[in-house]
């Protein structure tokens, strides 16, 4: 069993977490209220059903993902809670909103045995043939026995009384969905898919009766009609965390303006949702709030709460709570694990987050017995370094096996259900992976633009189509326009190769000849392997952002640090689909040393290697070998580290060279200028400029 | 040559300018923060292109700038609480002449409305007229004016009494009488208290600390933060900025304030990083809470 000190991450989706009331009080409370609201308006004042918006802010750590679990476990069945985190290289839009709430609804809530979907559904048809809420199973197992006329009657007349009620609401969505905790297994997965707005295959469109997915022009209906069914029992609330993410590194504000217009388009024209949005408060303050006009901020503000940090009593509660999920025999009396002026200290100290407390708790209790009151490393004023950079290099290695880990068993439940992977997810990761890439530029998919992609590299622009179709005439639609770019522009299309394209897809194949027949165009398909990978680094980044990757000693490692550690530890250039994208975005992989003349006029096709780029960990070449001869045996070391502390920089250069010392290790870096950049005195990053 | 003719079109065009140095919009910046709201035809001398113009919106609304009507503003929450911080209390009716760019009076009146509901300022009755005064003023409560209402009452029924022409003889009141209508005004005596009469010193601690909070409260934004640095710089004239830390961390102690963490990636810069307070590991507390009575007394409460 792990430590209750070791869970400084909360788990959104956990079910036995530890938990003090008394911090955020005041913010679960607005939550549960707008919850309760919009039941009750649902039930009695349908024409007063509005969304409500509430806005969540606070420092890293101070317990926005806890509050998430902590309402789940509230509310139970009684409300559904959905989990949507910024992708990086696409617009939040009504669709992905749409899968999320069905996937959601998919889920078991804590405490209950059916699924959230059926609940919702048979509340709705309970209440509406007036036996109330409360039974929904005993509605269901009475449905299920009903001949089949008398429950499609029942059906058709719970679509009639809702469509009176609330007349936005979507018949054709409404039929499909009251309909699916009768359908049998492979009926619902068909329906499934359609009503979130992804594409069934053909197999399930034939198995549903239709032609096509759910056109956009009924997404917002769609979502408008599940938000009102959803409203009578288990209103949807929609949780958009970790919003640090939308902001754009190059100062843009567009993905800023989507996920505003966005929520303003949901808090306006869909009745009966609780839009939650988290984020880290100097972050909105500083850099998202100002992008806002008036208009999209009376909405996406309209409600502001900023989470309280734990008072000394607050302190004194979690401390406890989490010693009493030690096993009996690890627990000390107060105020273990700290002295007694250690524990003063953390108590009174400002600006404590919850996790920080967490922190200080597991480095003192892992100190050997009786050495607790020489050690003054714990107090809350005494700024240490105390993790190495190696230590950290190793925490790093740790924290993306850890997210790969977690991505493929994310994977596989979604495969389990059926659901293939969404194309907007494979290209942000996509795009994740290539904002590591030097000399790239990423720029997201934008409305009405074909492309998934587009990248910007030194040479020409790559537009990338990602073709997760499930049905042949829109894989088709999609080579097409994979195509028609292919004349104008290099195009990269990829699919998932565990998906491939089913034999019977004649003329998405002769499509796909004639796309990669074309000289611009190249066809990849991506293996698992580097799914879980372009998945886990777009969740490294993102968590990096928002300050939810922390060492060994608990300090956050900064963006900066995660993305120089991912550049050069990864070696993401080698990774096929990358390395097909730069080489056909003409991007120069990153060289050892940057010459500074100018890239080669060749076309991009001479230039593109036959064999994926070689590792950024560096091969000596000639250049390198010069260049080892000019700056020393430490400076070949380091560019082939990229990254590394000046001890372990030291370590690796006397296993060539036993004579060599730190000292003349440090004089060979410092001789390197400008071609090494120093990150505080004990880590060191190879630059490749030249000086 | 005809005023729509090519030629004059083309001239036209040659004079709108396709982009502003930052040093102008610093200047715009400034007019506008300066005089509080300025028609947008005369926010720059030069004509500019319509995407110039476009940027030139964007950045000042960065800046915190809101258009309104035929205005570029500084917001009127803003204004309101500028002026408060000036004079504590300001007659409702003399509001609008007072600050610039209002549209409408349903508008001012909403702005009104919610700095009222968020604690930013409260209205009160002087000489029978609506005045609003700032957050930190210190008033009566719902409950006080009730027994000031009933005290009042029983006062004037006394009085009139007294001054009644039907009675024999002049009457009068007897003064046990009257202390104990009075008695039941303890709030009375604390509301001269709280007034702090300018004979009563006190100490620098506690003048600090007022301070703070009082700045804070005129300072915090709809989300209820300060940002530490611009309420250091606030107050930087009237006291030294190791003595604002310190009482930053007297009032975090005395649980008036919350000191936060920065959380924001790079965005504070070293002259900001200065002028906070440190927190554990010597974390950057880059923002504060003030925290209201209501929600200290709360403490143990769930939800």
């Known amino acids: 069993m792990s430590s209750p000190f070791d869970r400084e991450h909360a788990d959104a989706w956990a079910s036995d977490f530890v938990d003090v009331e008394s911090l955020n009080a005041r913010t679960t409370e607005t939550i549960l209220r707008s919850i309760d609201a919009i039941r009750d308006t649902s039930r009695r004042d349908p024409d007063d059903l509005r969304s409500r918006s509430v806005l969540v802010l606070g420092p890293a750590g101070a317990g926005k993902t806890h509050l998430f679990a902590r309402l789940r476990k509230k509310c139970g069945p009684r409300a559904a809670f959905v989990l949507m985190r910024p992708e990086i290289s696409s617009d939040p839009t009504p669709r992905h909103v749409l899968a999320a709430c069905v996937d959601a609804l998919q889920r078991r809530p804590m405490g209950g045995d059916e699924r959230q979907l059926d609940i919702v559904i048979l509340s709705a048809l309970a209440l509406l043939e007036g036996q109330g809420v409360k039974w929904p199973n005993a509605f269901l197992d009475e449905l299920r026995s009903a001949p089949k006329d008398e429950r499609e009657e029942l059906l058709s007349r719970a679509v009639e009384g809702i469509a009176d009620r609330y007349p936005e609401v979507n018949l054709p969505w409404l039929e499909k969905f009251l309909a699916l905790p009768v359908a049998a297994a492979p009926d619902r997965r068909a329906a499934l898919t359609w009503l979130s707005g992804r594409e069934p295959d053909s197999t399930q469109l034939e198995r549903l009766g239709l032609q096509e997915p759910l056109p956009d022009t009924s997404v917002l209906p769609a979502l408008r009609t599940l938000a009102i069914i959803a409203a009578y029992s288990t209103p949807i609330v929609v949780v958009f965390d970790q919003l640090e993410n939308l902001i754009d590194d190059e100062g843009g504000a567009g993905r800023i303006h989507a996920h505003a217009r966005l929520i303003a388009e949901l808090f306006d024209s869909v009745r009966g949702l609780v839009l939650v949005q988290m984020a880290l408060d100097a972050e909105w303050v500083q850099r998202i709030r100002p992008a806002f006009s008036a208009s999209e901020r009376s909405r996406l503000e309209a409600h502001v709460e900023a989470l309280e940090l734990p008072t000394p009593a607050a302190r004194a509660a979690l401390v406890e709570a989490w010693i009493g999920r030690l096993p009996p025999d690890e627990r000390r009396g107060a105020p273990w694990p700290f002295s007694t002026t250690e524990w003063q200290s953390w108590m009174n100290a400002p600006g404590v987050t919850p996790r920080m407390l967490m922190i200080a708790c597991r480095e003192a209790s892992r100190r050997p017995e009786g050495a607790i009151d020489e050690v003054a490393a714990c107090l809350p004023g005494s700024a240490q370094e105390k993790e190495t950079p190696d230590e950290r290099e190793d925490r790093l290695r740790e924290i993306w096996e850890e997210r790969r880990a977690l991505t493929r068993t994310d994977l596989a439940a979604a495969q389990d259900d059926g659901r293939p992977i969404d194309a907007e997810r494979l290209a942000s990761g996509l795009g994740a992976a290539l904002k590591l890439v030097h000399g790239v530029r990423v720029e997201p998919k934008r409305t009405r633009q074909p492309q998934d992609l587009r990248i910007m590299g030194a040479g020409r622009d790559t537009d990338v189509f990602v073709i997760q179709h499930g049905h042949p005439r829109s894989a088709c639609a999609a080579l097409q326009r994979a195509k028609s770019a292919a004349g104008d522009r290099a195009v990269l299309a990829l699919r998932e190769s565990a998906r491939p394209f089913p034999p019977t897809w004649h003329r998405a194949g002769e499509l796909l000849k004639e796309l990669s027949s074309q000289s611009n165009a190249t066809w990849s398909e991506v293996q698992p392997a580097e799914v879980v990978d372009l998945l886990a680094v777009h969740d490294l980044l993102s968590l990096a952002r928002s300050q939810d990757l922390t060492g060994r000693d608990g300090a956050p490692l900064p963006e900066e640090l995660v993305h120089l550690w991912a550049k050069s530890s990864l070696e993401i250039e080698a990774w096929p689909t990358i390395a097909a994208a730069i080489s056909r975005a003409s991007v120069v992989s990153e060289a050892p040393v940057r010459t500074s003349s100018p890239p080669s006029p060749s076309p991009p096709e001479e230039r593109r290697p036959s064999t994926p780029p070689s590792s950024p960990r560096l091969k000596e070449g000639s250049g390198a070998a010069e260049k080892k001869l000019e700056a020393g045996l430490s400076a070949t070391v380091l560019m082939k580290l990229r990254l590394a502390s000046v001890d372990r920089v030291v370590r690796e250069t006397r296993v060539q060279d036993p004579k060599a010392t730190r000292a003349s290790v440090l004089k060979d870096l410092r001789a390197l200028g400008q071609r090494i950049r120093w990150l505080g005195r004990a880590i060191v990053v190879w630059n490749g400029g030249s000086r | ?303």
């Open chain 2, 1 to 303: 040559v005809a005023a729509g003719s090519p030629a004059v079109v083309a001239s036209r065009t040659k004079e709108r300018v396709a982009s502003l140095q930052p040093s102008r919009v610093d200047d715009i910046e400034r007019t506008v923060r300066a005089k509080g709201a300025v028609p947008v035809s005369k926010l720059c001398p030069e004509r500019l292109t319509r995407n110039a113009e476009a940027r030139l919106h964007e950045s000042l609304a960065q800046r915190g700038f809101e258009r309104a009507g035929r205005f570029v503003r500084v917001p009127l929450e803003t204004q309101i609480l500028a002026l408060l911080d000036r004079r504590p209390v300001i007659p409702l009716q003399a509001l609008r002449k007072e600050i610039a760019g209002v549209v409408s009076q349903q508008e001012l009146r909403r702005v009104i409305a919610e700095i009222i509901d968020s604690g930013h300022a409260k209205l009160v009755v002087r000489n029978g007229k609506d005045h609003l005064a700032a957050g930190s003023a210190t008033v009566l409560s719902q409950a006080e004016i009730e027994t000031l209402s009933s005290i009042g009452a029983k006062l004037s029924q006394y009085a009139r009494a007294a001054k009644s022409k039907r009675a024999l003889r002049p009457r009068s009141i007897l003064r046990e009488d009257l202390a104990e209508i009075l008695s039941e005004w303890p709030f009375a005596l604390r509301a001269l208290e709280q007034r702090t009469p300018p004979g009563r010193a006190m100490s620098h601690d506690d003048a600090h600390l007022e301070l703070i909070v009082d700045a804070a409260a005129r300072l915090e934004s709809s989300d209820s933060l300060v940002f530490v640095p611009q309420l250091v710089r606030a107050l930087q004239k009237r006291l030294g900025t190791e003595s604002i830390l310190r009482a930053l961390l007297t009032a975090a102690m005395g649980e008036k304030l919350e000191l936060r963490p920065e959380s924001g990636v790079g965005t504070l810069s070293p002259e900001d990083a200065a002028l906070c307070p440190r927190g554990p590991n010597g974390i950057v507390l880059s923002y504060a809470r003030r925290i209201r009575p209501t929600a200290s007394r709360r403490g143990g409460a769930s939800s």
